[in-house]
């Protein structure tokens, strides 16, 4: 069995359960264990760096230090914790000179990041620890009626000088997860375009005009729901469209829903299991067409 | 012509203290192809940004218009313009140096002092209500492990982190 330390980050047990508990639920099934850690805190994501991105280097590579100290590799949920934990991982353990200098502020806190580990999301666990056909055999429900829009969010793939994680401009890991569950990933504009969610809190405005053009852009290609990795591109999105109709008066009814999800529904996992009246934008119509 | 040389001095001296900055060193490479405009999803949707301007007007000097103004908080980090940049100038890294500086000046949008104040007293950025945190057993959820604020503490202490909200419109 393989182990990883779990990664929860700030907004999924803050805010989505369903997101913690199905992901908990598949990767178990798929043989991998998950290691919850004691200390971890924040990730120091883009609002952070945007405060200090010494200070973020340091919180990040604290985090890293915890799992080394517990000889275990890291696995994210979240997209924005993949990329704080993953960028700062590569750059210190590239650069030597930046890795002294966190060091020196670790230093207060009794820590020293070796580099020892890695720092996964944990698609790359299933395609490279589980396997496509071990995912393929262990398919009970297939979504062959689905058409997902599949919507890794930014920071999956970007920087990819840094995060190394697919092609940025050409992606394919994501796509083939989600037809490795029977789905189709359907193409829709813009489909590698920011949900606008960090504007959230500065300028609600644009980002609700952004969030809006990809509910837009999917709806018009026919998705039956927008899947998601990142929380904060979820509530973006899912919440969103409860701003959309008061401020647009528009109602789209897209659900959206992370590809965690889909993957417990697809293993078998019963829906009353998942805590899915965490969803703003009900998910009916999606459950009805896994049987 | 006193006043020119001075002009060319200030010019210098903010290109230089925005490469001296973590995140800051690629601004000069920039050439003005605007690629980055063009891939931004902001600068698509409001006037209020365009990154290719903010980089223009940071390497002609303009300090205060760069560090006092709205447009450095209208980058979404989504990295578009730094993938496609021919001259590979990181922009949404120099764009978090621009914002680090600003802030170091106490120019801190409100988000980001709450963002700054939920780290300092909770070790997370969203505050987990205690609400939520009884029901994960009812979810068949784990207990959720504790952060660890005590070493956090000494680190936000070690870079000044811990200070940096209380610069709040020090300087406004």
Redesign the interface.
Known sequence: MTSYALF?G??I???Q?QY??SA?KALTKLGIELV???????CA???????????S???AA?NIC?AEEADLNIVTLCTGCFESLAMANTLLKEKTELKARVNK??S????EFKGNKEVRHYLQVLMEDVGLDRIKQSVVKPLNKLKVAAFSG??LL???ELLRFDD??RPRIFDTLIEALGAKSIWYK?K???C????R???DD??L??AR?KIVNASNAGADCIATLCPFCFLTLDLGQMLIKTTYKEEYNMPIIHYAELLSLSLGVEPK?L?LDFHKVKIDKVLEKIT | MAEEKQEKVTIVDFSKEITS???GETITFCYQCGTCASSC??TK??D?FNPRQVIRLALLGQRDEVLKGDSI??C?????C??RCPQKV?I??VI??L??MA??EGN??N??A???NA?ISE???????KF?EK??AD????P?????????K??????G?DK?TAKKGETQ
């Open positions: 929860l700030c907004t047990p803050a805010r359960p913690e508990l908990r919850d850690l004691e200390g971890m805190t924040c994501p883009p609002p952070l760096q945007s405060i200090d991105l010494e200070t280097l340091a919180i604290n915890i502020i670790l207060n806190a009794g820590k930014c920071h970007r920087p990819s940025p401009e813009n590698l375009k920011c606008g969610g960090l504007l809190g500065y300028a644009v980002a005009a952004i053009d299991e805590a | 900055k973590l995140g999803p902001v949707t409001t209020r908080w209208l979404a980090s989504c990295y578009n730094q993938e990181e949404a890294d978090y140096a914002r680090n802030i170091s801190i949008p988000i980001y709450e963002f700054a780290l070790g997370r950025i969203v505050p987990i209500s939520l029901k994960r979810y068949g959820l784990p959720l492990k504790p952060a660890g604020i005590e070493a956090l000494k680190i936000l202490s070690a870079t982190f940096i």
